[in-house]
C-alpha cells in the first residue's frame, strides 16, 4: 500500500460552484440523475456505510457524459459548425461522440493502440471518425492538435478543461441531495478532471468531506506529479483500470492545482485488488463494470483506505466498457 496524503488547502477560483450548477442545468435535458446505491455486504466488511454512484449506467457506459455534453453545449455556433476532435483512453472519446451525435456535430477521436477493443467498436459503432495513434495518450493527443491546425476543429480535453471538469462535478451535486450527511467519496484518479469536479462541490459546501482518489500502481500520472510537485510523465503499463492511464500534460492548467487543493489522500491499488472489486460487483450488484470502475471497491475489501466507524462513505463506479472477456478472465478466481 502506499499512501501520498495531501493537508494543503486552498481555493481555486479559475472554476466555481456556480459553474457545476449551471453545468447540471446544462445537461439535465440530455442526462438522467444517476443512482445511489447502498451496499450492505460491503458495509458489514468495512464497518462503515458503503453506497454506490453508479454512473455507469450513463447512456455512454461512464461518468465521462456529464463533461462532454457540457462542453459541447458550450461551443459557439461557428464550432459546432467545424465540428470537435478529442484524444482519449476510449471513455472520454466515445462520451463525446455520443454527444456530438446528439446534437448533430461532427466529431474525430483520437486513441491510441492500447485502447481496449470493446470501447474502440463502440465508437466506431456510433458514425464517428476514429484516428487510431500512436502509443499512449499523450501521442494520440498529439495527432489530436495536428488535426486542429489542418481542419479548424475544437478540442474537447478529457479532463484539464473548465467546461468538463464542472460537467463532472454534477455527480456530487447529485450525492449531496441524495446524501446530504456524507463523510467520504472515492473515486478513480487519472487526470483529475473527475475529483477536480467532485473536490470542488465537497471542500465548498463542507471543507471536512473527505475526497480520496485511487490509482493502479503503474502508470499513475497524477499520483507520481503529486509526489513530484508538478506534472510528471510516466510510461503507460497494462492494467486492468486502463481507463486511468495517460499523462496529465506538462502544461496542466487546472486539475494539478484542483487535485493538490481538494483531494485528502490518494492511493495505489494492486492488480488483485482491482480484480477482487470487479467481482464483487458482479456477484453482490450484478454488473459488469471495467477495472477503474472497481478500483474503489478493491482498496475497501483489502482495507487499504480506512474509513471511521459507521462513517457515511460513496464510491463512484465511473464505467462499464469493458471487453467481456478480460472481465471474465480477472474475476474468475474470486467467484
Known amino acids: 500500500m502506499i499512501e501520498v496524503t495531501n493537508k494543503h488547502l486552498t481555493v481555486s ?10 453545468a447540471k442545468n446544462t445537461i439535465s435535458s440530455i442526462l438522467q440523475k444517476t443512482p445511489l446505491v447502498f451496499s450492505s455486504t460491503l458495509s ?5 456505510q458503503i453506497y ?4 455507469h449506467l450513463h447512456e455512454s457506459g461512464a461518468f465521462k457524459m456529464r463533461g462532454a455534453v457540457n462542453a459541447i453545449h458550450a461551443l459557439t455556433d461557428e464550432q459546432k459548425i467545424k465540428g470537435v476532435v478529442t484524444f482519449s483512453t476510449g471513455n472520454h472519446g466515445y462520451s463525446v461522440a455520443l454527444a456530438a451525435k446528439k446534437l448533430g456535430i461532427r ?3 483520437c486513441v491510441s493502440k492500447h485502447v481496449p477493443k470493446a470501447k474502440i467498436e463502440k465508437i466506431q459503432n456510433l458514425g464517428a471518425e476514429l484516428e487510431i495513434y500512436g502509443e499512449s495518450q499523450d501521442e494520440a493527443e498529439q495527432r489530436c492538435y495536428q488535426l486542429v491546425k489542418e481542419q479548424g476543429l475544437t ?6 478543461y473548465p467546461e468538463v471538469i464542472a460537467g463532472q462535478g454534477t455527480i456530487s451535486l447529485e450525492i449531496l441531495e441524495d446524501l446530504p450527511s456524507v463523510n467520504r467519496v472515492i473515486g478513480g484518479l487519472s487526470g483529475g478532471g473527475l475529483l477536480s469536479g467532485v473536490g470542488l462541490v465537497m471542500k465548498t459546501t463542507n471543507p471536512n468531506i473527505q475526497v480520496t482518489g485511487v490509482s493502479m500502481e503503474k502508470g499513475a500520472a497524477m499520483y507520481e506529479s ?16 486502463d481507463s486511468l492511464l495517460g499523462g ?3 502544461a496542466n492548467q487546472y486539475t494539478f492545482n484542483m487535485v493538490k487543493d481538494f483531494v485528502d489522500q490518494s492511493f495505489l491499488i494492486p492488480e488483485e485488488s482491482i480484480k477482487k472489486g470487479m467481482a464483487y460487483l458482479y456477484k453482490e450488484h450484478h454488473i459488469v463494470v471495467e477495472g477503474a470502475a472497481a478500483i474503489g471497491i478493491g482498496a475497501i475489501i483489502d482495507k487499504i483506505i480506512h474509513l471511521e466507524p459507521g462513517s457515511n462513505n460513496v464510491v463512484i463506479i465511473t ?5 467481456i472477456d478480460v472481465h471474465a478472465k480477472a474475476i474468475q478466481q474470486y467467484i
Open 319 to 323: 464505467g462499464c466498457n469493458v471487453d
Open 226 to 241: 503529486l509526489k513530484a510537485g508538478q506534472p510528471v510523465a510516466v510510461a503507460e503499463s497494462p492494467t486492468l483500470a
Open 155 to 160: 478540442v474537447i480535453p478529457p479532463f484539464d
Open 107 to 109: 466529431a474525430v477521436i
Open 13 to 22: 477560483g479559475s472554476i466555481t460552484l456556480q459553474d457545476v450548477w449551471r
Open 248 to 250: 496529465i500534460g506538462e
Open 52 to 55: 454506490l454512484k453508479f454512473e
Open 44 to 48: 458489514k466488511i468495512s464497518g462503515a
